[in-house]
DNA sequence: GTCGCACCTGCGAAGATTCGCAACAGCACT
DNA sequence: AGTGCTGTTGCGAATCTTCGCAGGTGCGAC
């Protein structure tokens, strides 16, 4: 399927090394469904193919050396684990989540480029607001929850 | 001193019960100079007192529960330990964090305002956005080490 | 001042994530 | 195809954070 090259090109073209445990960890995190934990990622690596077993350091150090080249999102919530989701280079998603339920959703921000301006402008750093996680409440919960 | 009448009132104001652990916790968070782990409070408030001891765990639970009402920011780095910042009730400021050399800064961000308006707008959340932690690139590591 | 109910704390254990190190394996160059 | 340098991996240990439970204690009601 051209989905694993089209990972192998883009990992390479970030110059990194292409291994078989970044294309299996990439290409199980692509396909999923929804945001997944370290630990789901190693459980559909392993269901592929039992065999070549992959350790759980390298699914975090995958994930985080994917973070870093933009190809994955990481989103710590309150929950203890972190989740990962694959991103699509170049776009740009936001996610809420509400403290009280613990869902979480997806929000595309335009107004967080204006912040990366503003940030640029008052301290110099180049800020890279992609995949932000804000936390919050959500309509149901403010409804229900009262406050 | 009339700092920890404060915290106390704070607690208490908010429902919460106001306990030994918590007014020590949250005073040395409050007079440190800087963001502290929750290792480093421990080690001041032992400091203080060495008597009554105070369990680790409580000053995760009572740094999660300040930070829940308002009272202390929890900052989530890459550097894989979480540290906190008292937290002037009603104040904001956000953090950018250098991806590079680690590195953080504070800066005020009047836009991120526009982004509470275009949550509640777009997907009914009512956000929080007091204290975020933006990762990026700072001015140094920029010129330094290219792109 | 006493009583009782939740809320809190301490402790130990479990879970999540990072680190250090030696062995392995891409990839550029011959 | 062979070689070497260096980025990667696996493993186990260390570290950080959360959890569950039994006992303690703040605070409102008497």
Redesign the interface.
């Given at each position: 399927m051209s989905c694993e090259s089209e990972i192998a090109q883009a990992v390479r073209d970030r110059g990194r090394r292409l291994t078989m445990q970044r294309v299996r960890i990439l290409s199980a995190l692509r396909h999923a469904s929804e945001h997944q934990s370290a630990e789901q990622i190693l459980d559909r690596v392993r269901g592929g193919d039992p065999l070549a077993d992959i350790s759980l350091s390298t699914v975090y150090r995958t994930l985080e050396t994917a973070t870093?080249l933009g190809l994955a999102s990481e989103l710590?919530g309150a929950t203890g684990t972190a989740v990962y989701e694959w991103s699509e280079p170049g776009t740009t998603h936001h996610h809420?989540e509400?403290?009280a339920c613990g869902r979480t959703?997806s929000?595309?921000?335009?107004?967080?480029a204006?912040?990366e301006?503003?940030?640029r402008e008052?301290?110099?750093?180049?800020?890279?607001?992609r995949h932000?996680a804000?936390?919050?409440?959500?309509?149901d919960c403010?409804a229900r929850g009262g406050r």
């Open positions: 870093a710590r809420v509400c403290l959703e929000v595309a921000l335009a107004s967080l204006l912040a301006a503003e940030i008052r301290s110099g750093f180049e800020a890279d607001i932000l804000i936390p919050g409440l959500c309509a403010r």
